[in-house]
């Protein structure tokens, strides 16, 4: 019986033990500032920065990023001085 059951589990597309389908199109976010090496963080550079914020002008959450910590922080820094100089909103409305 038990054996039946574990048969089944390995008939299943996914190999992986900790597989949930309700998680089935979630996948692992690369850092952008990791996988282009060219891109520098510019303070200045609002277009650049807009892809960090949400609409309210929040810094979004690595989960969010898919930034890695070293980067999160870089980018948690540079939005912070382009808001100083005006170039990000502290807040929108
Ligand atoms: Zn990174």
């Known amino acids: 019986m038990a054996d039946n059951k574990k048969n089944k589990k390995n008939n299943n597309k996914v190999q992986d033990d900790n597989y949930n389908p309700k998680f089935r199109k979630m996948r692992k976010k690369v850092c952008p500032l990791c996988a282009d090496k060219n891109l520098v963080l510019d303070y200045k550079n609002a277009d650049q920065l807009r892809k ?11 989960r969010a990023t898919g ?19 005006a170039v990000l909103p502290y807040t929108a409305e």
């Open 52 to 62: 960090f914020i949400n609409d309210k002008g929040k810094i979004l959450p690595r």
């Open 67 to 85: 930034a890695c910590a070293k980067h999160q922080r870089d980018i948690t820094l540079t939005v912070k001085r382009a808001r100083q100089i």
